[in-house]
């Protein structure tokens, strides 16, 4: 039996991933009691973020500008495009620090049961990307999943007559696994070992 | 790799009861990924929360006057209280809609480990309450945990002396407790505290 503004913010917290009504209640309390070490700095943080960040008109990725700091960065190589399915995947890659090019995320994965088709996901823009020319080389990096694997049978479809080179990410992940909640020394083995696909 | 800003409510998100940097970083994606429905709403209620409340200087309860809406009902019974140590217990109790008196948070328990000293907590407060007068019943519901219940005892012998009858909870199984499944401290204080049958 909490105040009506409390309820607000637990339902709130409640809505996001990994969190329940009830860890939820907890986060709500930790916050009310930490108000300067907890509360404050959290507010500030979505703030900032919901005041300043865009997605990339370029690339799909959510970054303070528009070109993200990886399409405007010179030094990365222009003529290889890693396709990932959402901004996740692209943070995960990144973080290994393995993938010199730029990428192009989905937005998603093709779903027969949650009815993403294919003009839900960004295609258009990746062929459109493509068109543009300047690009080698294609990594089609969606999850090892059924989806994933479906979406990058679409892709390479879409992406017939291109003259770029279409690659995968090489087997090594595990069935079912997904990139976010891979370890970096996998991600970087499947990475180098991207093979081209046939 | 994400952005400064993002990294930061990333580390403000995992400092949260229940979430760690994995979590905190599928939150923040989702959080992005739904701006209007998830990131707009969650902003609201923070700045709410973070203007609004304040803590009730009476009984230590969260709401957004002082005293609280608990405190300032007339229809509470003014003559009970009901001492718990955290504002999270309070709502707990709340929720069971059975308490009918006002309380009291303590706001933490006694403990050696974590250096929370008797001053640490409100029972300076609850003394001079209590010196106030008109109060008949105190139930000591801390936890009933080894620190809930040292700090019960402290307070039960800080209060010593007023005329007010001191009660706790009583322990013994939970609804739906299985024998089979609780352990031997509580089927202990059941059996301990068993009761004739009308």
């Given at each position: 039996?909490?105040?009506?503004?409390?309820?607000?913010?637990?339902?709130?917290?409640?809505?996001?991933?990994?969190?329940?009504?009830?860890?939820?209640?907890?986060?709500?309390?930790?916050?009310?009691?930490k108000?300067?070490?907890?509360?404050?700095?959290?507010?500030?943080?979505?703030?900032?973020?919901?005041?300043?960040?865009?997605?990339?008109?370029?690339?799909?990725?959510?970054?303070?500008?528009?070109?993200?700091?990886?399409?405007?960065?010179?030094?990365?190589?222009?003529?290889?495009?890693?396709?990932?399915?959402?901004?996740?995947?692209?943070?995960a890659?990144?973080?290994?620090?393995?993938?010199?090019g730029?990428?192009?995320?989905?937005?998603?994965?093709?779903?027969?049961?949650?009815?993403?088709?294919?003009?839900?996901?960004?295609?258009?823009?990746?062929?459109?990307?493509?068109?543009a020319?300047?690009?080698?080389?294609?990594?089609?990096?969606?999850?090892?999943?059924?989806?994933?694997?479906?979406?990058?049978?679409?892709?390479?479809?879409?992406?017939?007559?291109?003259?770029?080179?279409l690659?995968?990410?090489?087997?090594?992940?595990?069935?079912?696994?997904?990139?976010?909640?891979l370890?970096?020394?996998t991600?970087?083995?499947?990475?180098?070992?991207?093979?081209?696909?046939?």
């Amino acid at each position: 039996m909490a105040s009506p503004e409390i309820e607000a913010l637990t339902q709130a917290l409640a809505r996001l991933p990994g969190l329940g009504p009830r860890s939820a209640r907890r986060a709500v309390l930790h916050l009310l009691k930490k108000r300067e070490t907890a509360l404050t700095p959290l507010l500030r943080a979505l703030e900032t973020v919901s005041t300043r960040l865009s997605t990339c008109s370029t690339c799909g990725n959510v970054d303070t500008s528009d070109p993200c700091a990886i399409c405007a960065d010179p030094r990365r190589d222009q003529r290889s495009l890693c396709v990932v399915e959402e901004v996740a995947d692209l943070w995960a890659l990144e973080r290994s620090r393995l993938f010199p090019g730029r990428f192009h995320v989905l937005g998603g994965r093709l779903s027969a049961l949650e009815g993403v088709r294919p003009e839900d996901l960004s295609v258009d823009r990746l062929v459109a990307r493509l068109s543009a020319g300047g690009i080698d080389e294609v990594v089609l990096a969606t999850n090892a999943t059924l989806e994933g694997q479906t979406t990058a049978h679409y892709i390479a479809e879409r992406l017939e007559g291109f003259p770029v080179r279409l690659t995968r990410l090489a087997h090594g992940l595990p069935v079912g696994g997904e990139l976010d909640y891979l370890d970096e020394g996998t991600l970087a083995q499947a990475l180098r070992a991207r093979r081209p696909i046939d």
